[in-house]
Nanobody, 122 residues
C-alpha cells in the first residue's frame, strides 16, 4: 500500500520560511519521480516543483529562486524548502509520486498525499 504523508505546513508571516516534507512508503523510492502541487481556494491545482529519479528538477515560474525541492533516498522523503513566502503562496500543498516524470509534471501522478495547509499572512 502506497502512502504519502506530508508535514511541515502552518502559518507564517510574509517573508518567512517553511519546510515541507513528504514521507513515502510502499514504493521503490529511488525509482520514482516526486512532485509538490498546491491548490488555493477557487483555483486549479498547480505544479510547484518536481524532481525526477535522476535528480532533474522543474519549478513553477512563480517560485523560482524562492523554493527548493530535494529528495533523500535513504529516508524515502522529499522536501520543499520555501523561502521569502508571499501571501499568494497560501494553499494546500500536496505531494505526488509516479514512476514516470512526465506524469508528475502533467498532474497525472498515480499517488497523492492528503495535503498540508500553508498560510502566509501579510
Amino acid at each position: 500500500q502506497v502512502q504519502l504523508v506530508e508535514s511541515g505546513g502552518g502559518l507564517v508571516q510574509a517573508g518567512g520560511s517553511l519546510r515541507l516534507s513528504c514521507a513515502a512508503s510502499g514504493i521503490i523510492f529511488r525509482l520514482n519521480s516526486m512532485g509538490w502541487y498546491r491548490q488555493a481556494p477557487g483555483k486549479q491545482r498547480e505544479l510547484v516543483a518536481a524532481i525526477s529519479s535522476g535528480g532533474t528538477t522543474k519549478y513553477a515560474d512563480s517560485v523560482k529562486g524562492r523554493f527548493t525541492i530535494s529528495r533523500d533516498v535513504a529516508k524515502n522523503t522529499v522536501a520543499l524548502q520555501m523561502n521569502s513566502l508571499k501571501p499568494e503562496d497560501t494553499a494546500v500543498y500536496y505531494c505526488a509520486t509516479d514512476r514516470m516524470y512526465r506524469d508528475v509534471l502533467d498532474g497525472q501522478a498515480e499517488y497523492w498525499g492528503q495535503g498540508t495547509q500553508v498560510t502566509v499572512s501579510s
